[in-house]
């Protein structure tokens, strides 16, 4: 077995093509996707038709936004759910085709359990909208009841931070590991990172690939100077939106 688990694309067509053609390139068997395709991005249509061909995704918190009603988002955010619900709406399109993407949205669970591993965008406890953050690390109270409900280990995402929780009360950032994390006796959560809008400093687009007990942190180059120039040229998505892919922030 050799799983690619990405997550977090936010409608970033270029980061999301440079991500799919490494995990080609690396040789991976299965690709699993833990939310949140669009939102904040320029290219929520293409994201959805590419994600759709994953063996397994999960709902995040803005794919529910663009669904329903969007709670919860700063003003920025809820702008581009609102932006991109009329992009999946657009009559212009072919209706079939608009009821394909909405289907697969509409029908995403929130949660995966499968041989002692668990897939969640957001945390164990509330799969969709809670954050684990580097620093929750000193907040003994809420990682004892977040690894009481992890069996073995936690694959998600939602912060856009990739690195390793382990029951210890330790982070491991990738580049505190060589990239490199062996899945032992500890219960961990792992943090995927980023294909679409990295938060951790490194601008390249981050994902995950799982062979047997070794994870395998991968940073892609990709083209974010169109995903950039996109996002500038559309009016209801902030500028920031796209300065933000350039700093990995
Ligand atoms: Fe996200």
């Known amino acids: ?32 996707c833990l939310g949140d395709i669009i939102g904040y991005g320029p290219n929520p249509r293409e994201c959805i038709d590419l994600i759709i061909k994953c063996d397994a995704c999960l ?14 988002f700063n003003s920025g955010a809820e702008r581009a759910i609102f932006w991109t619900r009329e992009q999946l709406e657009d009559p212009k399109e072919n209706a079939k085709e608009n009821a394909r993407r909405w289907d697969f949205l509409g029908e ?30 000193y907040n003994q109270r809420k990682m004892e009841k977040l690894f009481g409900l992890v069996e073995k280990t936690c694959f998600q995402g939602h912060t856009h931070v990739p690195g390793v929780f382990t029951e210890g009360l330790r982070f491991y950032p990738p580049e505190e590991m060589d990239s490199k994390y062996k899945l032992g006796e500890e219960k ?5 990172g980023s294909v679409g809008q990295p938060r951790d400093g490194d601008p390249r687009a981050c994902y995950v690939i799982l062979t047997e007990e ?7 180059e990709y083209d974010r100077e169109t995903t950039i120039q996109k996002i500038y040229d559309i009016a209801e998505l902030d500028n920031f939106l796209g300065d933000r892919l350039l700093a990995g922030r």
């Open 188 to 192: 961990v959560m792992v943090n995927v």
């Open 59 to 72: 709902l995040g918190n803005h794919d529910q936004g663009a669904l329903f009603d969007p709670e919860g």
């Open 1 to 32: 077995m050799k799983r690619a688990i990405i997550s977090d694309i936010h409608s970033n067509l270029e980061g999301l093509h440079a991500v799919l053609e490494d995990i080609e390139n690396q040789g991976v068997t299965e690709i699993y």
């Open 214 to 220: 070794t994870l395998q942190y991968q940073r892609v």
């Open 108 to 137: 995403l669970p929130r949660n995966r359990k499968e041989d002692g591993l668990m897939y969640v965008h957001g945390s164990p406890r509330n799969p969709l909208n809670e954050y684990v953050f580097p620093e929750d690390i």
